[in-house]
T-cell receptor, first 113, second 114 residues
């Protein structure tokens, strides 16, 4: 079965650089979520999209932005990177007409040097 | 406001013994409740969920959880632990109505000792 795809899997950036993370949800899933997980921490909700519109906003810094495109893939854009942005970034998707459980991608490990 | 509490940072259990990982929640109205497992450097994997119906739900890998409305709890259980169950476990909640926002607990590290 198709799963959530995230790219890249690993990313190394310098401080003050920008990064773009991509997420491809499971086909026919209508809602996409982005989470940030620091070492030894629980996933922190950043932002979500339902049918390409922003549906909820969490603890997403102003330096970050995200959008969902017509093909339902989503991108998380991160600018002016800081050392503290180093984390695992997960994307998850659900079908709101389905079972309500989130399906997570493998994550992108971002390291800011 | 929604919240989830996992009171134990770590649970140690001997292989073959029963295990319990605790979760309590707070949500306005009826909840959707979930358990996920995370292995090192991997994404979260869905284990089981409570949406409605029978309070005892069964999930993947022999895990089960009991929804207790009066105690607002959703503890994860397994009758006989395996070393391979050692991982990080997250409880999550979502309100039935309104937002589709999910709130995760802080996680419990389960260590099964051979």
């Amino acid at each position: 079965a198709a799963g959530v795809i995230q790219s890249p899997r690993h990313l190394i950036k310098e401080k003050r650089e920008t990064a773009t993370l991509k997420c491809y949800p499971i086909p026919r899933h209508d809602t996409v979520y982005w989470y940030q997980q620091g070492p030894g921490q629980d996933p922190q909700f950043l932002i979500s999209f339902y049918e390409k519109m922003q549906s909820d906003k969490g603890s997403i810094p102003d330096r970050f932005s995200a959008q969902q495109f017509s093909d339902y893939h989503s991108e998380l854009n991160m600018s002016s990177l800081e050392l503290g942005d180093s984390a695992l970034y997960f994307c998850a998707s659900i079908s709101t007409s389905g079972g309500n459980e989130q399906f997570f991608g493998p994550g992108t490990r971002l390291t800011v040097l | 406001a929604q919240s989830v509490a996992q009171p134990e940072d770590q649970v140690n259990v001997a292989e073959g013994n029963p295990l319990t990982v605790k979760c309590t929640y707070s949500v306005s109205g009826n909840p959707y409740l979930f358990w996920y497992v995370q292995y090192p450097n991997r994404g979260l994997q869905f284990l089981l969920k409570y949406i409605t119906g029978d309070n005892l739900v069964k999930g993947s890998y022999g895990f089960e959880a009991e929804f207790n409305k009066s105690q607002t709890s959703f503890h994860l259980k397994k009758p006989s632990a395996l070393v391979s169950d050692s991982a990080l476990y997250f409880c999550a909640v979502r309100a039935v109505s309104g937002t589709y926002k999910y709130i995760f607990g802080t996680g419990t590290r389960l260590k099964v000792l051979a």
